[in-house]
T-cell receptor, first 117, second 109 residues
Framework: GAVVSQHPSRVICKSGTSVKIECRSL??????MFWYRQFPKQSLMLMAT?????????EQGVEKDKFLINHASLTLSTLTVTSAHPEDSSFYIC?????????????FGPGTRLTVL | AQRVTQPEKLLSVFKGAPVELKCNYS??????LFWYVQYSRQRLQLLLR??SRESIKGFTADLNKGETSFHLKKPFAQEEDSAMYYC???????????FGPGTRLSVLP
């Protein structure tokens, strides 16, 4: 199946700094990438939909100036958490899919655990 | 608007018992339905998709358009089935992918 990678897998940063998380589709071109947030033992919460070459679509309640998403190529999307605060600590997961994937399904990255001190 | 509901947050069954994880959806069109599974400390992975009508790890799911349901079933649960299960819907072309809230399945020995 298709492979999606995320980097870094774990990051610890100080409050007020910015953190960039990369999501790559390794063996297919993803026209669409999704960014999720997951709290312990809870469901995925969709943050935004990222379409290659255009602005991301953010879900209600997600601050677009705080969570900057860039999808500059068909294999890479980045999520930057700007001026991170402890409440931003969470597990961030990306998925990639689109017309190039079988059955239009989503393939998930392993996630990035962000801890803001 | 698209929506996926999973009424049970937690479902506990004994090993060898049948299990059914419920999923209902709302969508004005012909959706594509999926079940994803997340085992402890692993990434989400596709379990099965309605379009291929397959059975994976003994699980099956039938799309019932009349009841707008896509329940996941297995006749004899195993302890290794314990995981978080998500029902998901796609509006086509990979756009508008919506997940349900998930059901945590716990299979007791």
């Amino acid at each position: 199946g298709a492979v999606v990678s995320q980097h870094p897998s774990r990051v610890i940063c100080k409050s007020g700094t910015s953190v960039k998380i990369e999501c790559r589709s390794l063996d297919f071109q993803a026209t669409t990438m999704f960014w999720y947030r997951q709290f312990p033992k809870q469901s995925l919460m969709l943050m935004a939909t990222s379409n290659e070459g255009s602005k991301a679509t953010y879900e209600q309640g997600v601050e677009k100036d705080k969570f900057l998403i860039n999808h500059a190529s068909l294999t890479l999307s980045t999520l930057t958490v700007t001026s991170a605060h402890p409440e931003d600590s969470s597990f961030y997961i990306c998925s990639a899919g689109g017309a190039g994937t079988p059955y239009n399904e989503q393939f998930f990255g392993p996630g990035t655990r962000l801890t803001v001190l | 608007a698209q929506r996926v509901t999973q009424p049970e947050k937690l479902l506990s069954v004994f090993k060898g018992a049948p299990v059914e994880l419920k999923c209902n959806y709302s969508y004005s069109g012909s959706p594509e339905l999926f079940w994803y599974v997340q085992y402890s400390r692993q990434r989400l992975q596709l379990l099965l998709r309605h379009i291929s009508r397959e059975s994976i790890k003994g699980f099956t799911a039938d799309l019932n358009k009349g009841e707008t349901s896509f329940h996941l079933k297995k006749p004899f649960a195993q302890e290794e089935d314990s995981a978080m299960y998500y029902c998901a819907l796609s509006g086509g072309s990979g756009q508008n992918f919506v997940f349900g809230p998930g059901t945590r399945l716990s299979v007791l020995p």
